[in-house]
């Protein structure tokens, strides 16, 4: 099975941007889409953005489209987010997730098996 670990979350400032990485164990990395949620304190875990096993085709919630950026480098088994123009209301713990499901939507955290431990990001004004 898969196994991910997330990195690069901290504190910063509204304006402020951030990149998170996910780092993926095993081969088989490049066979799954790939996803990132995060889960604010007494909220619901969201979905923030989505790619695709291949890199081809990436998705975004309405919250972050345009100031956030998920990519992936299936060579070093890594998936990022690049968050630009940070926003208090984008603190949150950031999940780094793993699809499973092929027909299930990206945009639903039930399609996702693999989970990382999150990082936390803390955006202050």
């Known amino acids: 099975q898969v196994q991910l670990v997330e990195s690069g979350g901290g504190w910063v400032q509204a304006g402020d941007s951030l990149r998170v990485s996910c780092v993926a164990s095993g081969r088989t990395f490049s066979n799954y889409d790939m996803g990132w949620f995060r889960q604010a304190p007494g909220k619901e875990r969201e979905f923030v953005a989505a790619i695709s096993w291949s890199g081809d085709n990436t998705y975004y919630a309405d919250s972050v489209k345009g100031r956030f950026t998920i990519s992936r480098d299936n060579a070093k088994y890594t998936m990022y987010l690049q968050m630009n123009s940070l926003k208090p209301e984008d603190t949150a713990v950031y999940y780094c997730?793993?699809?499973?499901?092929?027909?299930?939507?990206?945009?639903?955290?039930?399609?996702?098996?693999?989970w990382g431990q999150g990082t936390q990001v803390t955006v202050s004004s």
């Open positions: 997730a793993g699809k499973t499901r092929y027909y299930g939507s990206v945009y639903s955290r039930t399609n996702y098996t693999y």
